[in-house]
């Protein structure tokens, strides 16, 4: 038990000296260095979960994931790929559908917290795509389709992370016409 000691306080005072050497926490220096935002802002990627409801066709799960980039501090461009699950009553099976396309996104700051950071964000996105029915549901085929929707986005103190909620307007085109509406929370990594 003496020898296992001996080793140890021979490695701490012989560190001790570069402790001395390091600077006190809180007064790190960065001379020469831009300083690191409390958010950060550039590309994204994002990923939702939530329910959507086409009028007269069914209710079901949505889920979908975003990539893009902000171009500005308030305005971004992006893709989004959007998978949905329908329980349609009024067909002869239940509906799935991949929902790819294009985006843009306008971001109003509406809250600040105590140090001054834009934090809570009401966000504005719009786009368009094409939706690639499944064949073994009651609506098979592809049909454009355009999401415009509301968000409010929350950026946490962890620097690269957002969470929010976003509700969504969703018209398809075609021989089946449908509007429909989404409601889905998500989490967002920015980098």
């Given amino acids: 038990m003496m020898r296992a000691s001996v080793p ?3 490695v701490c005072a012989l560190l001790m000296p570069l402790g001395a050497l390091a600077e006190p926490a809180g007064q790190i220096s960065n001379a020469g260095q831009v300083p690191l935002g409390e958010v950060v802002r550039g590309g994204y990627a994002e990923a939702e979960v939530g329910a959507i409801d086409f009028f007269g066709l069914g209710a079901g799960t949505l889920v979908g994931v975003d990539v893009g980039w902000d171009v500005a ?3 971004g461009l992006g893709l989004f790929v959007d998978g949905l699950d329908l329980g349609a009553p009024s067909l002869p099976g239940d ?3 991949v929902m790819p396309g294009v985006e843009a996104r306008l971001y109003l700051p509406i809250f600040q917290d105590s140090n001054g950071v834009d934090r809570l964000f009401f966000g504005v996105r ?3 795509g094409v939706a690639l029915f499944s064949p073994i549901g009651g609506l098979t085929g592809t049909m454009p389709m355009v999401r415009a929707g509301l968000s ?3 950026f946490t103190h962890l620097r690269h992370f957002s969470v929010g909620l976003a509700a969504d307007g969703i018209a398809l085109f075609g021989a089946s016409s449908r509007p429909g509406v989404a409601v889905s929370p998500f989490a967002r990594y920015s980098f």
Avoid: D, K, N
Wanted: charged share 5%.
């Fill in 95 to 97: 509906v799935a559908a």
């Fill in 126 to 128: 719009a786009g368009g």
């Fill in 73 to 75: 501090s308030g305005f």
């Fill in 8 to 10: 140890l306080s021979l």
């Fill in 152 to 154: 409010l986005e929350y």
